[in-house]
Nanobody, 124 residues
Framework: VQLQASGGGLVQAGGSLRLSCAVSGRTFTFSTNNMGWFRQAPGKEREFVVAMSWIGGSTYYTDSVKGRFTISRDNARNTVYLQMNSLKPEDTAVYYC????????????????WGQGTLVTVSS
Protein backbone atom coordinates (compact mmCIF):
# COMPACT_ATOMS: atom_id res chain seq x y z
CA VAL A 1 0.00 0.00 0.00
CA GLN A 2 1.41 3.39 -0.99
CA LEU A 3 0.30 6.82 0.13
CA GLN A 4 1.44 9.82 -1.90
CA ALA A 5 0.86 13.16 -0.20
CA SER A 6 1.12 16.48 -1.96
CA GLY A 7 0.06 20.09 -1.68
CA GLY A 8 2.38 21.38 0.98
CA GLY A 9 4.21 24.66 0.64
CA LEU A 10 4.86 28.09 2.05
CA VAL A 11 1.89 30.29 2.90
CA GLN A 12 1.36 33.45 4.91
CA ALA A 13 -0.60 33.40 8.12
CA GLY A 14 -4.30 33.55 7.38
CA GLY A 15 -3.87 31.78 4.07
CA SER A 16 -5.07 28.41 2.85
CA LEU A 17 -3.65 25.20 1.48
CA ARG A 18 -5.19 21.93 0.36
CA LEU A 19 -3.29 18.72 0.90
CA SER A 20 -4.03 15.60 -1.09
CA CYS A 21 -3.14 12.00 -0.46
CA ALA A 22 -3.58 9.36 -3.13
CA VAL A 23 -3.65 5.76 -1.98
CA SER A 24 -2.75 2.77 -4.11
CA GLY A 25 -2.38 -0.92 -3.52
CA ARG A 26 -4.15 -4.03 -4.64
CA THR A 27 -4.78 -5.22 -1.10
CA PHE A 28 -6.28 -1.95 0.08
CA THR A 29 -9.92 -1.05 -0.45
CA PHE A 30 -10.02 2.68 0.00
CA SER A 31 -13.77 3.02 0.48
CA THR A 32 -13.81 0.69 3.49
CA ASN A 33 -10.86 2.12 5.33
CA ASN A 34 -10.40 4.95 7.76
CA MET A 35 -8.23 7.85 6.63
CA GLY A 36 -6.51 10.64 8.47
CA TRP A 37 -3.75 13.18 8.84
CA PHE A 38 -1.06 13.66 11.44
CA ARG A 39 1.62 16.30 11.69
CA GLN A 40 5.02 16.75 13.22
CA ALA A 41 6.34 20.19 14.02
CA PRO A 42 10.07 20.84 14.33
CA GLY A 43 11.38 19.46 17.59
CA LYS A 44 8.04 17.95 18.56
CA GLU A 45 6.42 14.55 18.47
CA ARG A 46 4.00 13.60 15.74
CA GLU A 47 0.44 14.47 16.66
CA PHE A 48 -3.02 13.59 15.44
CA VAL A 49 -4.78 16.22 13.32
CA VAL A 50 -7.94 14.69 11.87
CA ALA A 51 -9.45 11.40 10.81
CA MET A 52 -12.49 10.25 8.93
CA SER A 53 -14.28 6.98 9.48
CA TRP A 54 -15.31 4.99 6.44
CA ILE A 55 -18.52 4.13 8.31
CA GLY A 56 -20.85 7.06 7.91
CA GLY A 57 -18.03 9.51 7.31
CA SER A 58 -17.71 10.54 10.95
CA THR A 59 -14.86 12.96 11.49
CA TYR A 60 -12.64 13.67 14.45
CA TYR A 61 -10.51 16.78 14.76
CA THR A 62 -7.93 17.84 17.26
CA ASP A 63 -9.13 20.94 19.08
CA SER A 64 -6.53 23.28 17.64
CA VAL A 65 -7.77 22.87 14.05
CA LYS A 66 -11.52 22.68 14.57
CA GLY A 67 -13.32 25.21 12.42
CA ARG A 68 -10.26 25.79 10.25
CA PHE A 69 -9.39 22.39 8.74
CA THR A 70 -11.71 20.08 6.83
CA ILE A 71 -11.06 16.50 5.81
CA SER A 72 -12.80 14.97 2.83
CA ARG A 73 -12.42 11.91 0.68
CA ASP A 74 -13.11 10.88 -2.89
CA ASN A 75 -13.61 7.14 -2.97
CA ALA A 76 -13.65 7.10 -6.77
CA ARG A 77 -10.14 8.58 -6.84
CA ASN A 78 -8.81 6.80 -3.73
CA THR A 79 -7.82 10.20 -2.43
CA VAL A 80 -8.22 12.00 0.86
CA TYR A 81 -7.94 15.77 1.19
CA LEU A 82 -7.19 18.22 3.94
CA GLN A 83 -8.42 21.75 3.36
CA MET A 84 -6.59 24.09 5.70
CA ASN A 85 -7.88 27.62 6.14
CA SER A 86 -6.89 30.47 8.42
CA LEU A 87 -3.45 28.97 8.79
CA LYS A 88 -1.31 29.99 11.72
CA PRO A 89 2.46 29.84 12.22
CA GLU A 90 1.89 27.08 14.77
CA ASP A 91 0.45 24.93 11.99
CA THR A 92 3.93 24.69 10.50
CA ALA A 93 4.82 21.00 10.32
CA VAL A 94 5.32 18.00 8.12
CA TYR A 95 1.89 16.59 7.45
CA TYR A 96 1.51 12.85 7.12
CA CYS A 97 -1.34 11.03 5.50
CA UNK A 98 -2.48 7.88 7.30
CA UNK A 99 -4.66 5.02 6.16
CA UNK A 100 -6.49 2.05 7.52
CA UNK A 101 -6.26 0.82 11.07
CA UNK A 102 -8.53 1.48 14.01
CA UNK A 103 -10.29 4.75 14.65
CA UNK A 104 -12.16 5.31 17.89
CA UNK A 105 -12.02 9.04 18.49
CA UNK A 106 -9.65 11.99 18.17
CA UNK A 107 -7.35 10.48 20.77
CA UNK A 108 -7.45 6.96 19.42
CA UNK A 109 -6.51 6.48 15.80
CA UNK A 110 -4.00 3.77 14.98
CA UNK A 111 -3.31 3.67 11.23
CA UNK A 112 -1.83 0.74 9.38
CA UNK A 113 -0.11 2.77 6.69
CA TRP A 114 1.71 6.10 6.45
CA GLY A 115 2.61 8.48 3.65
CA GLN A 116 5.96 10.17 3.25
CA GLY A 117 4.86 13.57 4.52
CA THR A 118 4.51 16.99 2.95
CA LEU A 119 5.90 20.16 4.50
CA VAL A 120 3.62 23.06 5.36
CA THR A 121 5.28 26.29 6.40
CA VAL A 122 3.20 29.21 7.63
CA SER A 123 4.98 32.52 7.88
CA SER A 124 3.90 35.27 10.24
Amino acid sequence: VQLQASGGGLVQAGGSLRLSCAVSGRTFTFSTNNMGWFRQAPGKEREFVVAMSWIGGSTYYTDSVKGRFTISRDNARNTVYLQMNSLKPEDTAVYYCAAGGKLYNSRSYYPDYWGQGTLVTVSS
